[in-house]
């Protein structure tokens, strides 16, 4: 590995199904980051991710931490949709899902204690927690160099 240290993961799938979405909240000022997992091939859907994404923002467990707290985005099933010509219709590009989630406004309002770390799109979750591993380490750097 190089001379790294390896991450050691615990990972919480919280589901995206409407029973489990009150439980974010609650565990989000408990945990070092978020993994938002966004389903491209159901555009339809964007507007119900938004709106969980921003109660999840909004909470007052995510805006009483006293660091920000990481979301890491995989935007998932672009490419299987692509190859069905009616789900083709329905799925959103990298843009659209940016935009129908409202990250810029997200990184913008400074009363929002979150900071979006790492914005990826394909299956590859490995690409993601690499760079969530990075974010930690370059923080853990700071901190013990007096900078953060």
Not at 110 to 118: F, G, K, Q
Request: hydrophobic share 40%; proline share 3%; aromatic share 8%.
């Amino acid at each position: 590995e190089g001379g790294r240290e390896r991450t050691r993961w615990q990972i919480w799938d919280m589901s995206g199904q409407p029973d489990h979405r009150p439980l974010w909240a609650l565990y989000a000022g408990q945990v070092d980051a978020v993994v938002f997992v966004v389903d491209l091939s159901d555009g339809d859907r964007i507007a119900i991710a938004y709106k969980e994404l921003k109660t999840l923002v909004d909470c007052a467990r995510v805006r009483d931490r006293v660091s920000a707290m990481p979301l890491v985005f995989c935007l998932t099933k672009r490419a299987k949709a692509e190859r069905h010509p009616d789900a083709a219709r329905r799925c959103l590009t990298e843009d659209e899902a940016r935009r129908g989630l409202g990250i810029d406004a997200f990184v913008a309002d400074p009363e929002a204690n979150v900071e979006v770390v790492h914005w990826h799109c394909g299956e590859d979750m490995d690409a993601a927690l690499e760079e969530l591993s990075l974010f930690f380490a370059r923080n853990q750097q700071a901190s013990s160099a007096g900078g953060v």
